[in-house]
């Protein structure tokens, strides 16, 4: 006999050799279950999250992070990777402020109680996610009439990490990089810099995003795709991004074998897992002696190589997906440390001279 277990949620994903593995839910965002469909185990896990969640007392703050993770801006309103997070930090706020009386709310010496929260945790990056989820908790029960305290406007943080002028050169990364690296990381190593596409971006790009069809402004072609962080509450369909493709790049897409729909696979032929992405990425890097420098910060070298060629930080911005500040942000502190773009300003002076 078969049951149908409502509401329940899976996703499947690629492993490090290959292989895929599906992982199921009582719910989207809720617990995962034990053992296989239809197995006594799966079945009585089910039930055992669904006699779990019972609704909290209402007196207490945990009855408002109930109705948060019930509500569409969690289960909706953020990406798949970004709920799991929430759901790391959400289980430190319960054992904190599960109990929290929700009057207390109103005490606006509460606020001082989060901080020093946040303040004893070993890790300041940790820390201020896990504030910033407790924040953006406490901002949606303020808007669905929960309660009336209002998140302070500015804390300051404990982790200041700008990596804005930590660019992969030439000669000094890229190269041994290049040599160090079998093929599958060699094209991802293109893609990067040529595109300044993310990381999560690039492991998911299909073949369909690109187009090799000449235009007047592209003569190469172009890749055209949606950053997942371009999707936000106020522009749900995201930014779409244009990319004229380099020389380089068309070199490298004609040498990339077309294994399936996603352009960058592993030597398996299989889109790469993002965990073993990671990992075989820092293998490399670490034996060609490359430290200091991370595959996101090959984001920052395509806006310091584009502004290299004389672009405007307005015209980089539609093809990284940069926001302006951030733009400006790179190339200040990169250009305070480089001497090539000091050096074409000295040659268009002279140029002016005559």
Not at 2 to 25: E, I, P
């Amino acid at each position: 006999m078969r049951v149908k277990l409502k509401g329940l949620n899976w996703s499947t994903k690629r492993l490090a050799d290959g292989s895929a593995v599906t992982h199921y839910y009582a719910w989207r965002g809720g617990p995962r279950l034990e053992g296989q469909p239809g197995s006594p185990a799966f079945v009585a896990s089910y039930e055992r999250a669904y006699r779990e969640q019972r609704k909290p007392d209402g007196a207490v703050f945990k009855s408002i992070i109930a109705e948060f993770m019930r509500s569409k801006a969690f289960t909706e309103g953020i990406r798949e990777r970004t709920r799991r997070d929430y759901q790391k930090c959400i289980r430190k706020i319960e054992d904190a402020f599960g109990d929290l009386p929700l009057p207390a709310l109103e005490d606006p010496r509460v606020t001082l109680d989060f901080i020093k929260w946040r303040d004893a945790m070993p890790s300041p990056r940790q820390a201020d996610y896990a504030f910033t989820v407790l924040m953006r908790i406490i901002s949606w029960a303020r808007g669905a009439g929960l309660t009336s305290y209002r998140p302070p406007e500015r804390v300051e943080r404990r982790y200041y990490g700008d990596r804005s002028d930590l660019i992969w050169q030439d000669a000094v990364h890229i190269a041994p990089f290049t040599a160090a690296a079998q093929e599958p990381l060699q094209w991802a190593l293109t893609l990067a810099s040529e595109t300044g596409l993310r990381q999560g971006d690039l492991l998911v790009l299909p073949w369909s995003a690109y187009d090799p069809t000449p235009t007047d402004d592209g003569p190469l072609g172009w890749i055209r795709c949606t950053p997942s962080k371009s999707t936000t509450r106020t522009c749900p369909k995201g930014r779409r991004v244009a990319i004229p493709v380099t020389r380089r790049l068309r070199a490298s897409l004609e040498t990339i074998p077309r294994r399936g729909p996603i352009i960058l696979t592993n030597s398996y032929g299989r889109p790469w897992p993002e965990n073993s992405f990671r990992k075989q990425w820092e293998h490399v890097a670490k034996k060609a002696g490359i430290e200091g420098r991370t595959f996101n910060d090959l984001r920052g070298t395509a806006v310091t190589r584009l502004s290299e060629a004389g672009c405007t930080p307005q015209e980089i911005r539609p093809i990284t997906g940069h926001t302006l500040a951030s733009i400006y942000r790179i190339l200040e502190r990169y250009c305070a440390r480089t001497d090539k773009l000091a050096g074409g300003a000295i040659i268009k002076l002279e140029r002016h001279r005559g």
